[in-house]
């Protein structure tokens, strides 16, 4: 079984530029998250999808931040205009969520760079 | 109320000893303890998890002890090897809402010498 799939790897750019993450759950996966992990910190949740439809995002700064999952599949998260304080690893995870119990699967995550 | 509080941030243990990190949450709504294993240039991978409905849970070497009273659980690695060296995060996950989504503590870096 393929894992959670991210792109890119790593991603330099300035302030105030914008860049996008790519993200390819576990084939059936109805639950897609995007969280952001701050270098010496846990992930945070940034939001959820349940199919093509958000759950969850709370804690998304929504001025600057978006993301999509158009088809229920894969999914994008964008940046527009990055700060310094942006820089992070984006995770990718999905679960089957089968019951809420379920096992979220980590992509390798997209390491960003505001310079 | 949202928050998980793990320490230590940082463990050094010898090969063959036992391997402690702690969690404390406040929320009693939490429902879920998984802990995760962080490899460096990896996403996390779950470990092992606890319901607090039980107070232990064994996973090969690895163990979770819950208590539920004092909002606190914890895990333990038994026989560390060089190989467990990685970040270990807690995290727990609301009832309310039935989303699955995951608050994670700060995590520890745990280093185990040969």
């Known amino acids: 079984e393929a894992g959670v799939a991210q792109s890119p790897r790593y991603k330099i750019i300035e302030k105030r530029q914008s860049v996008a993450f790519w993200c390819n759950p576990i084939s059936g996966h109805a639950t897609l ?13 940034l939001i959820q999808f349940q199919n093509n439809g ?23 998260l964008k940046i527009q205009p990055a700060k310094l304080e942006d820089s992070a690893v984006y995770l990718c995870a999905s679960s089957s969520l089968q019951g809420w119990t379920d096992t ?12 | 109320q949202q928050q998980v509080k793990q320490s230590p941030q940082s463990l050094i243990v010898q090969k063959g000893g036992i391997s402690i990190i702690n969690c404390a949450y406040e929320n009693t709504a ?15 991978a779950l470990l092992i998890a606890i319901r607090p409905d039980v107070s232990e849970k064994k996973e090969g070497r690895f163990t979770i002890s819950f208590n539920k009273s004092a ?6 690695i038994m026989d560390s090897q060089p190989g ?11 009832l309310s809402g039935n989303t699955g989504k995951l608050i ?4 520890t870096t745990l280093q185990v010498k040969p």
């Open chain 1, 104 to 115: 979220q699967y980590f992509g390798p995550g997209t390491r960003l760079t505001v310079l």
């Open chain 2, 84 to 94: 467990d060296s990685a970040t270990y995060f807690c995290a727990a996950s609301p």
């Open chain 1, 54 to 76: 958000v759950v969850d995002d709370s804690q998304l700064p929504k001025d600057r931040f978006s993301a999509e999952r158009l088809k229920g599949v894969d999914s994008t």
């Open chain 2, 71 to 76: 909002k606190q659980f914890s895990l333990h």
């Open chain 2, 104 to 107: 994670f503590g700060q995590g």
């Open chain 1, 33 to 45: 998250y995007w969280y952001q992990q701050i270098l010496g910190q846990g992930p945070k949740l």
């Open chain 2, 30 to 44: 939490f429902d879920y303890f998984p802990w995760y294993q962080q490899f460096p240039g990896k996403g996390p």
